[in-house]
């Protein structure tokens, strides 16, 4: 079973940054997409972006130019740097992979708070 733990999380005042980390207990080579993910209170969980196993990654809406995801192969670690943070950035960060297959598997961490205070 592949367990993902977040960490990093915390209360930031608006304009500060965080870096969130998601270690993977299997090599994050082997998935094909890792994933952040964010789920505000009251609101739907949606995604903040991606990251290909080949090192494409992609940013949805507001994360574009604000955040930026890396990764640390060795360690087996994804990371989710956040720069310039707004209180609507405030919410729960998750982390997901995916292995594509038959059938495809999706796997989740348990998530950590970001509170951006205004």
């Known amino acids: 079973q592949v367990q993902l733990v977040e960490s990093g999380g915390g209360l930031v005042q608006a304009g500060g940054s965080l870096r969130l980390s998601c270690a993977s207990s299997?090599?994050?080579?082997?998935?094909?997409?890792m994933n952040w993910y964010r789920q505000a209170p009251e609101k739907s969980r949606e995604l903040v972006g991606s990251m290909t196993a080949g090192g494409q990654r992609n940013y949805i809406g507001s994360a574009n130019g604000r955040f930026t995801i890396s990764r640390d192969n060795a360690k087996n670690t994804l990371y989710l740097q956040m720069n310039s943070l707004k209180p609507e950035d405030t919410a729960v960060y998750y982390c997901?992979?995916?292995?594509?297959?038959?059938?495809?598997?999706?796997?989740w961490g348990q998530g950590t708070q970001v509170t951006v205070s205004s």
């Open positions: 997901n992979a995916e292995v594509w297959g038959d059938p495809d598997k999706d796997y």
């Open positions: 299997r090599s994050i080579s082997t998935f094909n997409v």
